[in-house]
Each structure stands twice: as C-alpha cells, then as structure tokens.
T-cell receptor, first 117, second 110 residues
Framework: DADVTQTPRNRITKTGKRIMLECSQT?????MYWYRQDPGLGLRLIYY???????NKGEISDGYSVSRQAQAKFSLSLESAIPNQTALYFC????????????????FGPGTRLTVL | RKEVEQDPGPFNVPEGATVAFNCTYS??????FFWYRQDCRKEPKLLMS???SGNEDGRFTAQLNRASQYISLLIRDSKLSDSATYLC???????????FGSGTKLNVKP
C-alpha cells in the first residue's frame, strides 16, 4: 500500500464550486505539504503544516485553505474554484529532525489532477 | 528571482550517452540538496541526495559546488528508462522549506 495517498485522483468541476482534496499518510511524519504543479513553473508550495496545531501559508495560498485533521491527514480546499486553479496537486510529507541535523526527503502522493471549467 | 533555476531542456540523447544537468540556487544558506525524478503525470521521487563531497549511485553522480552555488547531475550510459524530468531541490533550514526547480526534461532515444 502507498505511504501517501490522495483522493480524488482526478476531478473536473465548474467555476464557483467548493472542492476538497484529501491527503493521508501512513509514514508517521509530522510535516505535510500541499503543492501545485503547472507546466514550466515547477512545484509551488500552497500550504504546509509542521504538526496538527501548526499551519503555514506557502507562496501561493490565496484562494486555498487547509485543515490538518490529524497527524496523518491534511486536506486542501478551494472555496470557490476558478479556471486558473486547474493544475496537478501534490501532497507530500517529510520528517525533518529539529536541531539542524539530518534532513529527510519529501515523499509525495500520486497527485490529483484538477480541472476547473 | 527564483530560488532554484534549471535549464528546462529537453535534452535529447542516444542510448549509451553521457548527459549532465546543472542547477543553480540563489540562497547561500541552502543546506540540503537533492535530485528528484518525475515521470510524466506522476509524482516526484527521490533520485539521490547531494553531498558536499559529491556522491555516486550506479550510473548517477551528483556534485555540489557551494562557492558557485550550483549542483550537477551526471548520468552515464543512458538508458531508455532514464527518460523523465529531473528536478533539482534545495532545502533552507532557516525557512524550513524545500524549493524546487522547474525541472530538466531528458529524452533518451534508441
């Protein structure tokens, strides 16, 4: 079974609709992230969470909100979807050790392809 | 200015060729470095971390030049299965964030 799962995998919706993308992980990591990927722009950080009570905006958080329901679950919502939110969305986890020692890598979910018409 | 810059390519090479990608980063406080591989429409997956002394994993060699703030990836004896997009990633401990380059596309042809 995959360590990081995302649902749905594909979604087509209309402008103005509310959409929730869900992410679950079994890796036991504290840190979770939401990115979007657009052609030619690479991965851009939307929101990130270092634990259940710590949520932070990334570089492109406008139009998005998140909820960290548990260590293992991190949801991304589009309150009123617009066409330029059409993208591939990835959830990721990492297990950074505090104190500046080893850094761990990020583990990505399979992605959600969202199309807003 | 982007934190991480890569040549988008594509690099079109024949099987068996050696190919090298470079990546530059803007923040000298960057602390950890990685190369990820991403296949079309799939999630990025870690290819290798990049260490200050350089490191090798089979046909793949990664180098870090902190003075010039660039990272390189060398692939020897290219295989068809190496065709993918290669993402350069840096981690800034001060900001607790990973920064991704936009990727370099590699096409290995028969």
């Amino acid at each position: 079974d995959a360590d990081v799962t995302q649902t749905p995998r594909n979604r087509i919706t209309k402008t103005g609709k509310r959409i929730m993308l869900e992410c679950s992980q079994t890796k036991g990591h504290d840190r979770m992230y939401w990115y979007r990927q657009d052609p030619g722009l690479g991965l851009r950080l939307i929101y990130y969470s270092f634990d259940v009570k710590d949520i932070n905006k990334g570089e492109i958080s406008d139009g998005y909100s998140v909820s960290r329901q548990a260590q293992a679950k991190f949801s991304l919502s589009l309150e009123s979807a617009i066409p330029n939110q059409t993208a591939l969305y990835f959830c990721a986890t990492s297990d950074l050790r505090p104190g500046g020692g080893d850094t761990d890598t990020q583990y990505f979910g399979p992605g959600t392809r969202l199309t807003v018409l | 200015r982007k934190e991480v810059e890569q040549d988008p390519g594509p690099f079109n090479v024949p099987e068996g060729a050696t190919v090298a990608f470079n990546c530059t980063y803007s923040n000298s406080a960057s602390q950890s470095f990685f190369w990820y591989r991403q296949d079309c429409r799939k999630e990025p997956k870690l290819l290798m971390s990049v260490y200050s002394s350089g490191n090798e994993d089979g046909r793949f060699t990664a180098q870090l030049n902190r003075a010039s703030q660039y990272i390189s990836l060398l692939i020897r004896d290219s295989k068809l299965s190496d065709s993918a997009t290669y993402l350069c990633v840096v981690f800034l401990y001060n900001f607790n964030k990973f920064y991704f380059g936009s990727g370099t596309k590699l096409n290995v042809k028969p």
